[in-house]
Nanobody, 121 residues
Framework: VQLQASGGGLVQAGGSLRLSCAASGRSLRTIGWFRQAPAKEREFLGAIRWRGNITYYGDSVKGRFAISGDNAKNMVYLQVNGLRPEDTAVYYC?????????????????WGQGTQVTVSS
């Protein structure tokens, strides 16, 4: 299983980015997005369950971030809008063979290397 996150960068407050996650491997039922800022715990942002293409979001980003997936291409996207300086973090995609416990990092077995998002004020 391989995961590759990309699309991060430096953006001004109020801006948008589209992060991509290329996921390859078998038995990956859920792809999740997390972020981690310095000295903070890893935070759940959202997830997409391949079966039914169902999405879930963390409360802190609901309404601003959107997840979509292309099963045929094994790609998952995280559209991040209305960025704020407090959104600055390394953003990770992760994969789980499960369809439950999606909001907790320990449910995810495979992790990508992360992509840095920096929001300037």
């Amino acid at each position: 299983v391989q995961l590759q996150a990309s699309g991060g960068g430096l953006v001004q407050a109020g801006g948008s980015l589209r992060l991509s996650c290329a996921a390859s491997g078998r038995s990956l039922r859920t792809i999740g997005w997390f972020r981690q800022a310095p000295a903070k715990e890893r935070e759940f942002l959202g997830a997409i369950r391949w079966r039914g293409n169902i999405t879930y979001y963390g409360d802190s980003v609901k309404g601003r971030f959107a997840i979509s997936g292309d099963n045929a291409k094994n790609m998952v996207y995280l559209q991040v809008n209305g960025l704020r300086p407090e959104d600055t973090a390394v953003y990770y995609c992760a994969a789980s063979p499960r369809e439950v416990g999606l909001t907790t990092a320990r449910s995810y077995v495979y992790w990508g290397q992360g992509t840095q998002v920096t929001v300037s004020s």
